[in-house]
T-cell receptor, first 112, second 111 residues
Framework: DAGVIQSPRHEVTEMGQEVTLRCKPI?????LFWYRQTMMRGLELLIY????????DSGMPEDRFSAKMPNASFSTLKIQPSEPRDSAVYFC??????????FGNGTRLTVT | KQEVTQIPAALSVPEGENLVLNCSFT??????LQWFRQDPGKGLTSLLL?????REQTSGRLNASLDKSSGRSTLYIAASQPGDSATYLC??????????FGTGTRLTIIP
């Protein structure tokens, strides 16, 4: 099993540009989570999906952030327009009911 | 709102010693508690998962305990090794699958 796959690993962009982060969960997992990690705030849950349906997006900072899960094997997190304060490591994770969470290696986003 | 606290933020111990990492949470209505390790530049790796009905889980040199009523969990590492150096995070999951993470304990094992 290849695990949770995220792309890109690093993204550097200028303020105002659109950023799209991608995630392929582990096959068979029915839940997918997007987290953001910073030194100041630690790990924050942005949104999670169950069976491709968004369940809780209360952690999405503002309307500039959006997430989709068009099918069980793919999800995107989009930031438009990006701002310097969005700089962080963004993690995708997936799980099956009652099983541990499996994380990808993250996307390090830098907005200048 | 669930809050998860891990103290200390950093810990250094000589190789071979046994050690305990602490985690506390404010809302005892949890579904499970999970311990993870994170190596620099990497994602989180699951170590142990304790269901709310369980008291402890063991995997190799690791033992995690859960006292739901007091809102506490500990991760015990026996015979520590330099390869155990990492950041350890605990997380509690509510009935809606939402995981709330602590800020972690950065562990350094001194050879």
């Amino acid at each position: 099993d290849a695990g949770v796959i995220q792309s890109p690993r690093h993204e550097v962009t200028e303020m105002g540009q659109e950023v799209t982060l991608r995630c392929k969960p582990i096959s068979g997992h029915n839940s997918l989570f997007w987290y953001r990690q910073t030194m100041m705030r630690g790990l924050e849950l942005l949104i999670y999906f169950n069976n491709n349906v968004p369940i809780d997006d209360s952690g999405m900072p503002e309307d500039r952030f959006s997430a989709k899960m068009p099918n069980a094997s793919f999800s995107t997190l989009k930031i438009q327009p990006s701002e310097p304060r969005d700089s962080a490591v963004y993690f995708c994770a997936s799980s099956w009911t009652d099983s541990p969470l499996h994380f990808g290696n993250g996307t390090r986003l830098t907005v200048t | 709102k669930q809050e998860v606290t891990q103290i200390p933020a950093a810990l250094s111990v000589p190789e071979g010693e046994n050690l305990v990492l602490n985690c506390s949470f404010t809302d005892s209505a949890i579904y499970n508690l999970q311990w993870f390790r994170q190596d620099p530049g990497k994602g989180l790796t699951s170590l142990l998962l304790i269901q709310s009905s369980q008291r402890e889980q063991t995997s190799g040199r690791l033992n995690a305990s859960l006292d739901k009523s007091s809102g506490r969990s500990t991760l015990y590492i026996a015979a520590s090794q330099p390869g155990d150096s990492a950041t350890y995070l605990c997380a509690v999951q509510d009935g809606n699958e939402k995981l709330t993470f602590g800020t972690g304990t950065r562990l350094t094992i001194i050879p």
